[in-house]
């Protein structure tokens, strides 16, 4: 039996308000058709995704994302990373 490799779908991101005194990070993050605007409180760990459509593909991925580049992003940058998933 051979394993199926799941697609590959580019994200891109663009990070629109940076604040280390709020311990905040929004921005917006689109693949295929969807779009999302997210706000990650980085001090707390917490990550909100809108809209609802398509949050359960993308909140994971990109919050792995954020936490692995958060010191090196920046407002008016534009990011991207790959999801294995179906979108």
């Known amino acids: 039996m ?3 490799r799941l697609p590959e779908t580019t994200a891109h991101v663009r990070i629109t308000y940076h604040s280390w005194q709020q ?3 929004e921005g917006e993050v689109n693949a295929n058709e969807f779009v999302w605007e997210f706000q990650w409180k980085f001090r707390g760990g917490l990550l909100t995704v ?3 459509l ?3 593909l993308i909140q ?3 919050g792995r ?3 692995r580049f958060d010191y090196q992003l920046e407002p008016g940058g534009d990011y991207s990373f790959t999801i294995r998933a179906d979108l």
């Open 2 to 4: 051979t394993a199926q």
């Open 23 to 25: 311990g905040k990070l």
């Open 50 to 52: 809108e809209p609802s």
């Open 54 to 56: 398509g949050r359960a």
């Open 60 to 62: 994971e991925p990109l």
């Open 65 to 67: 994302f954020l936490e």
